[in-house]
């Protein structure tokens, strides 16, 4: 079945960087979209990164576009956020995902966040 593991979470002070990492098995990797997700408490679960199947097209909101950075190595099934100049407002669960289609999406368990002030 298809599993995505993040890993990479953790306590950092604002200014700082973070690189998650989701693992990817069970699906043609190379033919997903994959994409990052976050969701703070008492918020709806947001997009922050997306990127194609190639590598090739790479989407930010305005939220993050400058500070993350999302790439994906598929002969490692791998996708990666890197994440610059962490803010307090970036607290919050970080969810991998794959798009298949535009129709199916599969979900990872998520990475917790922690930016203090």
């Known amino acids: 079945q298809v599993q995505l593991v993040e890993s990479g979470g953790g306590l950092v002070q604002a200014g700082g960087s973070l690189r998650l990492s989701c693992a990817a098995s069970?699906?043609?990797?190379?033919?997903?979209?994959m994409e990052w997700f976050r969701q703070a408490p008492g918020k709806e679960r947001e997009l922050v990164a997306a990127?194609?199947?190639?590598?090739?097209?790479?989407s930010y909101p305005d939220s993050v576009r400058g500070r993350f950075t999302i790439s994906r190595d598929n002969a490692a099934n791998t996708v990666y956020l890197q994440m610059n100049s962490l803010k307090p407002e970036d607290t919050a669960v970080y969810y991998c995902?794959?798009?298949?289609?535009?129709?199916?999406?599969?979900w990872g368990k998520g990475t917790l966040v922690t930016v203090s002030s």
């Open positions: 990127i194609a199947g190639n590598g090739g097209t790479k």
């Open positions: 069970g699906l043609p990797f190379s033919r997903h979209v």
């Open positions: 995902a794959a798009l298949w289609s535009n129709s199916v999406r599969y």
